[in-house]
RNA sequence: CGGGGUGUAGCGCAGGUGGUAGCGUGCUUGGUUCGGGACCAAGAGGCCGUGGGUUCGAGUCCCACCACUCCGACCA
């Protein structure tokens, strides 16, 4: 039995729309439910269960870093949204507004926050004033919203869960530094629990945060080649510091403003999960985020000692740290095993007469299909070791996507005539011209994903004008 | 925001020329099953997306709106 083959009915096969594949996969897969207001969704309990370990994930690794959480007003008075002119110019299009408390119309709008750097800087304007306030590390998990015109589940939210970090620094330095460790944090979550292999580098000027000086993002690819921006991480220098005044004395008794960053990761990254791992058989969850790892279905359960055998086992697992379950419905075993394939549980453990005689339990890998028998003693090692072999090769794998989607190009005819054999990224030398990367885009619909910090060098000339060109830039379709 | 598609039971769908709704699956109960979506029997479940209109009468015809979805443009 191989892994690719199309177990599950009503799932649209991956291939063939890979669209309505992902849509098909995001319900069935319980893990979301629409709303009446559109683009905002339900995460059920699984979708939510997700994020939550991501979160944990997340949240640990910026404590060990100095952050700290907070938690910042949902609403924002207008006039302080105003008061950064790019950011504003960036945002107004897609921001909602709360016009009325009751009945009485507000004196002034507020907004809801669609992203809260301008309530960090109204409080940093507050709070800081001398070096010794500094740096301030901080974080927030909240949801924000941006009236899209398209929404998709995950990708494209109203309303999303997310968490956005806000730092302030004495000097520029620090600022930038801590903008780049933050890009390898989130590129540590992506590979080490996600599976998801990146692209780490700064944007270009035109794809750049409104209001920020650099903009450094980690670039995923989907199974279909088309690109998915995981997290970014924003240097400010210190523009929003004198757009709100921040300033405070230093060591040398002259007042100074300070350098500041944001970065954010949301529940899109829920979206990249799915349509990196995802097959014809449904979702493939990556097991260190896993809510569930691994599920034991008993097979012919009303037989002596199965039950049994089964709850132990479960015991057993979930006492080793092992995310077990059990289900003990009256299903049928096909229906179950069909059920946590499309749920994309890692390992699907069976335990039967058959087994028990022998002491041993049969295991099915969901990601290759592979069916093991393995010896009851010992177990919870051997699962711990597969645990670990799955998310090896899901990384792997999705590696091997990654560099076979990635082609290189010196022109455009070439780079056109490459995407349309094959989606993917086209890596292709620039000259820096904001001109050259918008003909790029009208001439192929490639934009500039990033600038990779590892850089390679293709040709002498832009793909573009032939002018002398210095960096490599990966371009992409993207989500 | 432009272009297409779809809204009828939880889900998937059928309902020529108008006469107040049906199939599959799922759900409930009981029984037999159980190593790849088991079987039998009996049940429950619908303001036909919303609002207007035409008509004696609208799931069906007309208008408007809303939602979902796909493809573009914009964005995390």
Redesign the pocket.
């Known amino acids: ?1 191989t892994g690719s083959q199309k ?5 649209t096969s991956r291939d063939k ?4 594949w ?2 098909d996969v ?3 897969a319980g893990l979301i439910d ?8 339900i995460l059920r309990p699984y979708a939510y269960a997700v994020w939550e370990n991501i979160q944990k994930v997340l949240d640990g690794m910026f404590k060990q870093t100095g952050h700290e959480n907070v938690y910042m007003p949902l609403l924002i008075p207008e006039s302080l949204l105003q008061k950064e002119k790019e950011l504003i110019e ?2 107004a ?2 921001v909602a507004w709360v016009t009325h408390g009751g009945a009485e119309e507000l004196s002034e709008r507020l907004c809801i926050r669609p ?1 809260s750097e301008t309530l960090f800087c109204e409080h940093y304007h507050n709070t800081v004033h001398s070096w010794r306030d500094l740096p301030k590390l901080y974080n927030q998990w909240c949801s ?1 919203v ?1 009236w ?13 869960l ?1 968490q956005e970090g806000h730092t302030v620094h004495a000097t520029a330095d620090e600022a930038i530094e801590e903008t780049v460790a933050i890009l390898e944090t989130y590129a540590e979550l992506c590979e080490k629990y996600l599976a998801m292999p990146v692209i780490k580098g700064p944007k270009t000027k ?2 750049t ?2 209001g920020a000086a650099v ?1 450094y ?1 980690v670039e995923c690819m989907m199974h279909d080649g088309r690109g ?5 991480s924003h240097y400010f220098g210190d523009i929003f510091a004198k757009a709100f005044d921040i300033e405070f004395t230093d060591k040398d008794n002259t007042q100074k403003h300070p350098f500041q960053t944001s970065w ?1 990761v ?3 990254l829920i ?1 990249g999960i799915i349509m990196v791992h995802g097959d014809d ?2 979702l493939i969850l990556p097991p260190r985020i896993a809510p569930t790892q691994l599920v034991i ?7 002596e000692g199965v039950l049994d055998a089964a709850k132990d086992i479960k015991t057993r697992l979930l006492t080793a740290g092992i995310r077990a379950s059990m289900d003990m419905s ?10 946590y ?2 749920k994309g549980v890692a390992l ?1 453990l ?8 022998e002491k041993m ?2 295991i ?1 890998r969901r990601d290759t ?1 592979e ?1 093991l028998h393995v010896a009851l003693n010992g177990l919870e090692k051997e699962i711990a070791r597969l645990l670990d072999m799955v998310h090896d090769e899901l990384l792997e794998r999705a590696r091997k996507n990654l560099a076979a989607r990635t082609f290189d190009a010196t022109g455009l005819d070439e780079m056109k005539a490459k995407l349309e054999k094959k989606i993917g990224f086209a890596r292709a030398m620039w000259c820096g011209n904001a001109g050259c990367e918008q003909e790029i ?1 009208e001439k192929t ?1 490639m ?1 500039a994903r990033c600038v990779p910090f590892e850089q390679e060098k293709i040709a002498d000339t832009c793909v573009c004008c032939g002018s002398p060109a210095e960096k490599m830039v990966i371009f992409g ?3």
């Open positions: 039995m177990r599950v009915e009503q799932i729309d890979f669209a309505q992902y849509t995001v319900k069935k629409y709303s009446g207001v559109k683009g905002c969704v960036g945002f299009p897609e992203t924000v941006r899209e015109k398209t929404t998709r589940p995950f990708l494209r939210h109203r309303e999303f997310w035109n794809e945060f409104p903009t993002a998915l921006q995981a997290g970014t954010g949301s529940t899109r979206g058989s449904g279905v008993p097979i012919s359960m009303h037989k009256d299903q049928s075993p096909g229906w179950k095993f069909a059920e394939e499309m699907r069976e335990i039967g007469p058959r087994d028990l005689a339990c049969v099915v299909g069916k885009n619909s934009r379709l993207q989500y």
